[in-house]
């Protein structure tokens, strides 16, 4: 398949091969009529300008042949004397044509331009013309013939070129993806190829050759093909003629069905017009396409709730969307094509363009906060995100970045550290208070309890009313309990006052569980509850605080008696888990709590509601005390409840506190020697 500049070529040789035929043509025409004027001024030879005379007896034999056929044919003249027409050559032309001509002669008729082909001794053909008229003398009798031979060879071949080119050219044509149309120098269309006319659509049946352009223009706007011309028809006509008869430069127009030719027309070298018509519908959907694409694309990075900006490998901007404009009081316009050092003061800028060029350097995105003059002279703090632009080969060609104003944070985040500053020194304020206060209120609370101790067993003798035994009890209790709280109040207190010490040691866990059992082992039996122990034999040793952990088992052990009706049971449980951590675990079947519920008991002083919790004294600090103690030994505490199925708690300590006794002997053994 030949290229669209071959194709090119070669229409342009077969333009120049009809332009010669078309000159031999006007030479034909001329040759024609210095032959009529020939036989007017030369009576009996006026058929036409001639190239050899002959003369033809009664006998229809020639008789006479001009010296001019040897020059003209090659062919000697003396030898067709005494032969007839047929005799010197008749070649193969048509039968019919020939009976018809021999019906002429032997009527004695004239006859003009009788074309046969003549072959010669060679087998070379040529093709002559022959005129004549009838000789009589003045009786009538008949004479013979007199006339004039033309040579055709050369114009036939010529003909022959002139069609050959012809079909090239409409084979070319017709090969092209592009419509095309040639006009001859009147205006009128010449030569156009299927994909011309089918851009006429309904019209395409009427089109043909001969039609002038205007009348083809005409025909689009009947048919309403043009949308450009939609109510100024003979307007868009005028102009359209005028576009047409002084091509420039090649334009795009759209068609009534959607399509978008592209036309391109210019003159040829006999004052014709070439027209081609590229459908570039395709082309203009994806333009149309790629416009929305862009347009809607603006419109996202316009709206986003940051600034974006892209820049080349150079620094210069190629993007910047209303928000960056915005943030540092810019103008929209006058950023593509500067630099940071045009918007922004000289150390901030090289600080921007440092940061740019390490982002192309390494290909890795940075953030970075920065404070940033606004063109006004303010100040805002930005957060910048910088990422690489690559091409379609990963390599870096720019830079992108979001800038996004954190001016608000920076100054919630000041307000945040001056109320958390605030906030710590009240809370060590109010720990020193209640550290401060449980010590004043526990040595009269001691007394109390002494005091109430001896009355109630009497030991200065017995009371006078035994209501005062029972008064003395309460008073012993109520005191017990409010130390209790004040206890477990202090240690809150140390614990956030970060003044709580741990004094570790080894120690076996198995032995810690059994005796704070049997410390609430007469109040589980009091609740009719049943306590068991799920502690292994081979349980590794515990590195520390001795007290620490029996306050944490016993808080839980107490909030598991209490929290579970009588007829359930509580389960403490100990055990070396696979990661190294020793989980110590306690398990009721008690009233269970629901996740908002462990939210709030993980509270300090904070209580769950309900007709269980009411008949039950407590401060609500038992759980967050045990979680604070698990996580100064660098443990944690987990809750799992259902409500209604009871309560799961687990204390794990990690692995580096598990199993290490001998470790630890013999580092002690080494310090002492």
Same mark, same amino acid.
């Given at each position: 398949?030949?290229?669209?500049?071959?194709?090119?070529?070669?229409?342009?040789?077969?333009?120049?091969?009809?332009?010669?035929? &078309?000159?031999?043509?006007?030479?034909?025409?001329?040759?024609?009529?210095?032959?009529?004027?020939?036989?007017?001024?030369?009576?009996?030879?006026?058929?036409?300008?001639?190239?050899?005379?002959?003369?033809?007896?009664?006998?229809?034999?020639?008789?006479?042949?001009?010296?001019?056929?040897? *020059?003209?044919?090659?062919?000697?003249?003396?030898?067709?004397?005494?032969?007839?027409?047929?005799?010197?050559?008749?070649?193969?032309?048509?039968?019919?044509?020939?009976? @018809?001509?021999?019906?002429?002669?032997?009527?004695?008729?004239?006859?003009?331009?009788?074309?046969?082909?003549?072959? $010669?001794?060679?087998?070379?053909?040529?093709?002559?013309?022959?005129?004549?008229?009838?000789?009589?003398?003045?009786?009538?009798?008949?004479?013979?013939?007199?006339?004039?031979?033309?040579?055709?060879?050369?114009?036939?071949?010529?003909?022959?070129?002139?069609?050959?080119?012809?079909?090239?050219?409409?084979?070319?044509?017709?090969?092209?993806?592009?419509?095309?149309?040639?006009?001859?120098?009147?205006?009128?269309?010449?030569?156009?190829?299927?994909?011309?006319?089918?851009?006429?659509?309904?019209?395409?049946?009427?089109?043909?050759?001969?039609?002038?352009?205007?009348? /083809?223009?005409?025909?689009?706007?009947?048919?309403?093909?043009?949308?450009?011309?939609?109510?100024? *028809?003979?307007?868009?006509?005028?102009?359209?003629?005028?576009?047409?008869?002084?091509?420039?430069?090649?334009?795009?127009?759209?068609?009534?069905?959607?399509?978008?030719?592209? /036309?391109?027309?210019?003159?040829?070298? $006999?004052?014709?017009?070439?027209?081609?018509?590229?459908?570039?519908? &395709?082309?203009?959907?994806?333009?149309? @396409?790629?416009?929305?694409?862009?347009?809607?694309?603006?419109?996202?990075?316009?709206?986003?709730?940051?600034?974006?900006?892209?820049?080349?490998?150079?620094?210069?901007?190629?993007?910047?969307?209303?928000?960056?404009?915005?943030?540092?009081?810019?103008?929209?316009?006058?950023?593509? #094509?500067?630099?940071?050092?045009?918007?922004?003061?000289?150390?901030?800028?090289?600080?921007?363009?440092?940061?740019?060029?390490?982002?192309?350097?390494?290909?890795?995105?940075?953030?970075?906060?920065?404070?940033?003059?606004?063109?006004?002279?303010?100040?805002?703090?930005?957060?910048?995100?910088?990422?690489?632009?690559?091409?379609?080969?990963?390599?870096?060609? #720019?830079?992108?970045?979001?800038?996004?104003?954190?001016?608000?944070?920076?100054?919630?985040?000041?307000?945040?550290?001056? @109320?958390?500053? &605030?906030?710590?020194?009240?809370?060590?304020?109010?720990?020193?208070?209640?550290?401060?206060?449980?010590?004043?209120?526990?040595?009269?609370?001691?007394?109390?309890?002494?005091?109430?101790?001896?009355?109630?067993?009497?030991?200065?003798?017995?009371?006078?009313?035994?209501?005062?035994?029972?008064?003395?009890?309460?008073?012993?209790?109520?005191?017990?309990?409010?130390?209790?709280?004040?206890?477990?109040?202090?240690?809150?207190?140390?614990?956030?006052?970060?003044?709580?010490?741990?004094?570790?040691?080894?120690?076996?866990?198995?032995?810690?569980?059994?005796?704070?059992?049997?410390?609430?082992?007469?109040?589980?039996? $009091?609740?009719?509850?049943?306590?068991?122990?799920?502690?292994?034999?081979?349980?590794?040793?515990?590195?520390?605080?001795?007290?620490?952990?029996?306050?944490?088992?016993?808080?839980?052990?107490?909030?598991?008696?209490?929290?579970?009706?009588?007829?359930?049971?509580?389960?403490?449980?100990?055990?070396?888990?696979?990661?190294?951590? /020793?989980?110590?675990?306690?398990?009721?079947?008690?009233?269970?709590?629901?996740?908002?519920?462990?939210?709030?008991?993980?509270?300090?002083? #904070?209580?769950?509601?309900?007709?269980?919790?009411?008949?039950?004294?407590?401060?609500? /600090?038992?759980?967050?005390?045990?979680?604070?103690?698990?996580?100064?030994?660098?443990?944690?505490?987990?809750?799992?409840?259902?409500?209604?199925?009871?309560?799961?708690?687990?204390?794990?300590?990690?692995?580096?506190?598990?199993?290490?006794?001998?470790?630890?002997?013999?580092?002690?053994?080494?310090?002492?020697?």
């Amino acid at each position: 398949m030949p290229t669209k500049a071959q194709l090119a070529e070669e229409l342009e040789k077969l333009r120049r091969r009809v332009e010669e035929v &078309e000159q031999l043509e006007v030479e034909r025409s001329k040759a024609d009529a210095a032959l009529r004027e020939s036989e007017t001024r030369l009576r009996d030879f006026a058929a036409a300008a001639s190239d050899w005379f002959w003369e033809m007896d009664a006998d229809l034999r020639f008789s006479f042949m001009s010296e001019r056929l040897r *020059e003209v044919t090659g062919v000697d003249p003396t030898s067709t004397l005494g032969k007839t027409r047929q005799e010197i050559g008749a070649g193969d032309t048509d039968a019919d044509k020939w009976e @018809a001509h021999l019906e002429d002669l032997q009527a004695h008729r004239p006859f003009r331009d009788f074309r046969y082909v003549y072959i $010669n001794d060679t087998g070379d053909r040529q093709y002559w013309s022959i005129s004549g008229v009838p000789l009589f003398d003045d009786e009538g009798a008949f004479l013979g013939y007199r006339g004039t031979g033309r040579n055709l060879t050369e114009e036939y071949r010529a003909r022959r070129m002139a069609f050959e080119a012809q079909d090239l050219l409409l084979q070319a044509i017709e090969h092209f993806t592009s419509a095309v149309a040639l006009f001859d120098s009147e205006d009128r269309l010449l030569l156009f190829n299927d994909s011309y006319v089918e851009i006429f659509g309904p019209a395409a049946n009427s089109i043909g050759p001969g039609m002038t352009f205007e009348e /083809l223009a005409r025909l689009q706007v009947k048919h309403g093909m043009v949308p450009a011309a939609f109510g100024r *028809e003979q307007e868009w006509i005028e102009e359209r003629i005028v576009r047409h008869r002084n091509p420039i430069e090649e334009f795009e127009m759209e068609r009534a069905d959607g399509r978008w030719f592209r /036309l391109r027309e210019e003159r040829t070298g $006999n004052g014709g017009i070439f027209l081609t018509a590229t459908d570039v519908s &395709e082309t203009k959907t994806m333009e149309r @396409a790629e416009r929305e694409i862009r347009d809607r694309l603006r419109a996202v990075i316009d709206h986003l709730p940051a600034g974006l900006v892209l820049k080349d490998q150079n620094g210069a901007y190629l993007l910047a969307n209303q928000q960056f404009s915005e943030l540092y009081g810019l103008q929209s316009n006058e950023i593509v #094509g500067q630099s940071a050092h045009d918007h922004f003061p000289a150390a901030e800028a090289e600080v921007i363009n440092a940061q740019d060029r390490t982002v192309l350097r390494t290909g890795i995105p940075m953030e970075a906060e920065m404070e940033v003059s606004r063109h006004d002279g303010g100040k805002v703090f930005a957060m910048i995100t910088r990422f690489p632009v690559l091409d379609s080969t990963g390599n870096a060609i #720019g830079v992108g970045g979001i800038h996004m104003n954190i001016s608000e944070i920076k100054e919630k985040e000041q307000q945040l550290r001056v @109320a958390r500053d &605030e906030a710590e020194r009240a809370n060590h304020a109010k720990s020193a208070f209640l550290a401060n206060m449980s010590h004043e209120l526990r040595t009269p609370l001691n007394a109390i309890i002494g005091f109430s101790e001896i009355m109630e067993q009497g030991l200065f003798g017995p009371l006078g009313n035994p209501q005062y035994s029972e008064y003395a009890e309460d008073i012993r209790r109520s005191a017990s309990h409010l130390l209790s709280i004040i206890s477990d109040i202090l240690d809150l207190s140390k614990i956030e006052a970060g003044r709580m010490e741990l004094h570790e040691e080894h120690f076996d866990l198995a032995s810690v569980a059994q005796s704070c059992q049997t410390i609430v082992k007469e109040a589980a039996a $009091n609740a009719g509850l049943a306590l068991r122990s799920l502690l292994p034999e081979d349980l590794p040793s515990l590195y520390a605080d001795k007290r620490s952990v029996r306050q944490i088992l016993l808080n839980l052990l107490s909030n598991a008696i209490k929290f579970t009706p009588s007829g359930g049971g509580v389960i403490v449980e100990a055990r070396q888990e696979p990661g190294g951590q /020793l989980a110590l675990i306690v398990r009721d079947t008690g009233i269970g709590m629901s996740a908002d519920d462990i939210e709030i008991v993980m509270q300090p002083f #904070g209580q769950v509601e309900s007709a269980h919790t009411r008949s039950h004294d407590g401060t609500g /600090l038992g759980l967050p005390i045990t979680r604070s103690l698990a996580e100064m030994h660098g443990g944690s505490m987990t809750i799992e409840s259902e409500v209604g199925k009871g309560t799961s708690i687990t204390v794990r300590f990690p692995a580096e506190r598990v199993g290490v006794e001998e470790l630890y002997r013999l580092e002690e053994d080494r310090q002492t020697a």
